[in-house]
């Protein structure tokens, strides 16, 4: 009898946790997909859902960053809603939530990051690598030059030893 009224316990426990997580104004949560979602301050950002719908519009508010309110409308891609803001230049680093309602009423949040630097474009590596090598095409055509030469030396060199050797004529 006692194992059951501690199991009963710990189910409405879990029950009352799992009502406690539920959003408390009713309405799903869907997505809002932001692009790109890093940005440096004074770019542009175009945000898009599918949870308002086909036919549906949206008001979107981007104010957590300094961007203030914007239109999604509806769009041909996808039945999804479309809108576009610009980051103020006076935005600082950080992740910000960007909010749209929809017509009908349901709520779709998505986040943005402002960085100082931008990180969408990927670098090349450009320059050599100082590892004390050296390489056939340096900076210097003298060095390369003297560097062959001293190699063709060595070359002749060996050439020579072994072939004397191999003669009997000793080193």
Same mark, same amino acid.
């Given at each position: 009898?006692?194992?059951?009224? %501690?199991?009963t316990? /710990? ?7 799992? %009502?406690?997580?539920? #959003? ?6 869907g997505? %809002?997909?932001?692009?790109? !979602? ?23 508010? @981007?104010?957590?960053?300094?961007a ?6 509806? !769009? =041909?891609?996808?039945?999804?809603? &479309? ?5 103020? #230049? !006076? @935005? ?13 009423g349901?709520? &779709?949040?998505?986040?943005?990051v402002?960085?100082? =630097?931008?990180?969408t474009?990927?670098t090349?590596?450009?320059?050599s *690598?100082?590892?004390? *090598?050296?390489?056939?095409?340096? #900076?210097? #055509?003298?060095? /390369?030059?003297?560097? &062959?030469?001293?190699l063709?030396? @060595?070359a002749a060199?060996?050439?020579?030893? %072994?072939?004397r ?7």
């Open positions: 009898m006692r194992t059951t009224r %501690l199991l316990g /710990t189910a409405l426990a879990v029950a009352a946790a799992g %009502l406690a997580a539920a #959003p408390a104004y009713g309405g799903d949560t997505t %809002l997909e932001v692009h790109p !979602s890093t940005v440096v301050p004074g770019a542009g950002v175009t945000v898009n859902t599918a949870a308002c719908g086909a036919d549906g519009s949206a008001a979107g508010d @981007a104010s957590a960053v300094g203030g309110t914007f239109t999604l409308v509806p !769009s =041909t891609h996808d039945k999804e809603a &479309v809108g576009k803001f610009r980051v103020p #230049p !006076s @935005a600082q680093p950080g992740t910000y939530e960007i909010v749209a309602k929809c017509s009908g349901r709520r &779709v949040t998505g986040d943005l402002v960085t100082l =630097t931008a990180t474009e990927q090349q590596p450009r320059g *690598v100082k590892t004390g *090598v050296g390489g056939a095409l340096g #900076p210097d #055509p003298v060095q /390369t030059t003297a560097g &062959v030469a001293a063709a030396v @060595a060199g060996g050439t020579w030893l %072994l072939h050797r191999a003669r009997g004529d000793g080193i």
